[in-house]
């Protein structure tokens, strides 16, 4: 499956974007699919997650109120829908997608995912 990531821009903090990560090739369907970032000098880390299957959905802690992880079938596309924008949320965001139903604990590890769409930037900067 090859992965189309799309939506990162520069925003004001307390501003709003919308992630999409397309998919081509074949559906999302049994996959779970995330978002990472990477800021400049720190390491990759996991923002949200969807089990395909049953819609099940994981964030981390400091995102949890403000994003929201969603998905879309008929257009075989998941979305991450950032609110409430900060400097400490600018980063390199990238999706990505493992061809099985990871359990809970399995999300935030990017050693799952077998498949990486292109970064997107988000700048949150006034």
Not at 83 to 88: D, F, Q
Request: with cysteine; glycine share 8%; charged share 20%.
């Amino acid at each position: 499956v090859q992965l189309q990531a799309s939506g990162g821009g520069l925003v004001q903090p307390g501003g709003s974007l919308r992630l999409s990560c397309a998919a081509s090739g074949r559906t999302f369907r049994s996959y779970t699919v995330a978002w990472f970032r990477q800021a400049p000098g720190k390491e990759r880390e996991f923002v949200a997650g969807v089990r395909w299957a049953d819609n099940s959905r994981y964030y981390k802690d400091s995102v949890k109120s403000r994003f929201t992880i969603s998905r879309d079938y008929a257009k075989n596309t998941v979305y991450l829908e950032m609110n409430s924008l900060t400097p400490e949320d600018t980063a390199v965001y990238s999706c990505a997608a493992a061809p099985r139903s990871l359990i809970q604990s399995s999300f935030r590890s990017p050693h799952e995912y077998e498949f990486w769409g292109q970064g997107t930037q988000v700048t949150v900067s006034s």
